[in-house]
């Protein structure tokens, strides 16, 4: 596939997002998001092997599947709203909540994303963990009720995630399980406040955005990988900030959305849940902790020629991790000002 058309097809996904999230007819939200489908599609085809093919195929057919229930869901809702009440009120929003879940990939819906982002090269998967979830995640936020079904599946979703993530030796895998755990969070943050979902998603895609580049720079796929790269204990150091960030370990930038959601969960006398919520991430916590403290103590020896080429990454990684250590202050400003 020639760049023109890589161009063309980027250039129709950020658009059809745009035209889903601001309509005002679920019809035209899902025009949206079929557009945006095949528009991505072609994008994953790009790399030529059987994982990106099976990748597509899977993604076609849980994306058409879930656009299936999201169309009868809302044609469901339209009748019980011209006071026919054929169909019950409550069956209806699940079956609008759980296509949304699927599209966006929340547990119990959660199976096709790990096995998709395991073929798929790391800009794609920065795509499919950021801006592929922006349309289903609004639509949910607009829908969303405190609920049974609601609460469990968000308690599953961080569940799956941080158990899921621990026997994992491919890094996409692992952020794929991380992704579905921070997608319970979300969920959580949605049914609070509409201003603190859209917060954790923006902190969220930035955390996300950090560690793809970082693992698309040094090409690293495994775990094998990471404890065998060339790279100075600087440049190793940088990677561990990076993933404790998006662990959500305090004090870092990563922590604040967290801290956010904990806060305002506390006001609501959701004590139970919160703390399932914190000892299930501390999970999430050991197994990016377990990876990189392996990373840090098997070292290499770097020959002297090395030297310019790692001060010249270290520059270009440095301004990222400064931010993300940045997190202690700006957590205690925006508290200061709560």
Do not use: D
Not at 36 to 46: A, G
Not at 198 to 218: D, E, P
Not at 249 to 256: T, V
Not at 279 to 294: K, V
């Amino acid at each position: 596939m020639n760049k023109p058309s890589n161009t063309m097809f980027v250039i129709i996904m950020i658009m059809s997002v745009i035209l889903s999230i601001s309509s005002n007819s679920w019809f035209m939200v899902w025009m949206g998001m079929e557009i945006n489908m095949m528009s991505f599609l072609p994008l994953i085809m790009e790399q030529k092997n059987m994982n990106s093919k099976e990748s597509a195929l899977t993604y076609f057919l849980v994306q058409t599947i879930a656009s299936m229930l999201l169309l009868m869901s809302v044609i469901m809702i339209m009748i019980n709203n011209k006071k026919m009440n054929l169909y019950n009120e409550s069956m209806s929003e699940m079956l609008l909540m759980s296509s949304l879940m699927m599209k966006s990939g929340i547990s119990p819906f959660h199976f096709w994303m790990p096995k998709m982002m395991e073929g798929l090269n790391w800009n794609k998967c920065l795509i499919l963990m950021t801006w592929q979830k922006i349309t289903p995640l609004m639509m949910m936020s607009t829908v969303v009720k405190i609920n049974m079904i609601n609460i469990t599946a968000m308690v599953l979703s961080i569940i799956i995630g941080a158990v899921g993530g621990l026997n994992q030796t491919s890094i996409r895998k692992l952020m794929a399980y991380s992704s579905i755990s921070n997608n319970g969070w979300m969920l959580a943050a949605m049914m609070m406040s509409e201003n603190l979902w859209l917060l954790y998603f923006i902190m969220y895609a930035l955390m996300t955005m950090m560690m793809t580049l970082s693992m698309n720079v040094h090409k690293i796929f495994h775990m094998n990988q990471l404890m065998s790269m060339n790279e100075s204990m600087y440049m190793k150091f940088i990677l561990l900030i990076n993933m404790l960030s998006i662990s959500g370990l305090p004090p870092m930038l990563g922590f604040l959305p967290k801290w956010l959601v904990m806060q305002s969960s506390m006001s609501m006398n959701e004590l139970m849940i919160m703390s399932m919520m914190v000892m299930l991430t501390l999970i999430t916590i050991y197994y990016y902790l377990r990876m990189m403290y392996t990373a840090l103590m098997l070292t290499n020896t770097e020959p002297k020629w090395n030297k310019m080429i790692l001060v010249k990454n270290y520059k270009l990684m440095m301004p990222i991790t400064i931010m993300t250590m940045m997190g202690l202050i700006t957590i205690t400003m925006v508290m200061s000002i709560y």
